[in-house]
């Protein structure tokens, strides 16, 4: 018996109609890409940080946190849908969010891995940018820091370790020292 995933490519609509899953997914250009879960080290820094942003964002009434696997559907046409390990956003867009995120966040957060830094920093950065995302957070829990990058017209990169500020563009009055997050 065929089964949706026996076919080649998907369409966002078959992908999304699919059995709710915890397991990582990914939708590339219609193709179903399954990752293996994260180690132990990567999902105690995503929830770590989820807590902080969790309470930040709950203090100011800014908007909504969600940790992976959450769908994020940047192309619907294209079939291109990605699961950042957190994703926020801002209070006056939550419109966006409906079973998942139909557009791009405002901030996403990638826990680099060895099986995936290059992948995260090269393509899914390219994504996040061509799609409208205000900024991206990439922890490198090799070295301990956070690079942030702001799309945009204010497109900038800055780099926090150790007792840096961690500071935000679209979170406003978060500062967070850099070491809590890796400890």
């Not at 497109?155 to 967070?176: I, K």
Request: charged share 30%.
């Amino acid at each position: 018996m065929e089964t949706r995933y026996d076919r080649h490519r998907l369409t966002v609509k078959e992908y999304l109609e699919g059995t709710e899953s915890l397991k990582p997914m990914e939708l590339v250009f219609g193709v179903l890409r399954e990752p293996p879960a994260p180690f132990y080290s990567h999902q105690a820094i995503v929830t770590r940080l989820t807590a902080k942003l969790y309470e930040h964002v709950d203090a100011h009434k800014s908007g909504i946190v969600c940790v992976s696997p959450i769908d994020v559907v940047l192309d619907r046409e294209r079939a291109l849908v990605v699961q950042p390990d957190i994703v926020f956003i801002a209070h006056d867009r939550l419109p966006i969010v409906d079973r998942c995120v139909w557009g791009a966040p405002d901030l996403v957060v990638e826990v680099l891995s060895r099986a995936t830094a290059r992948r995260d920093r090269t393509t899914k950065v390219g994504w996040y940018d061509a799609y409208g995302v205000g900024e991206c957070w990439l922890l490198d829990p090799e070295s301990d820091t956070i690079e942030v990058l702001q799309f945009g017209p204010s497109r900038r990169c800055r780099r926090f370790t150790g007792d840096d500020g961690l500071e935000s563009s679209v979170l406003p009055h978060w500062n967070a020292v850099t070491r809590s997050i890796f400890e």
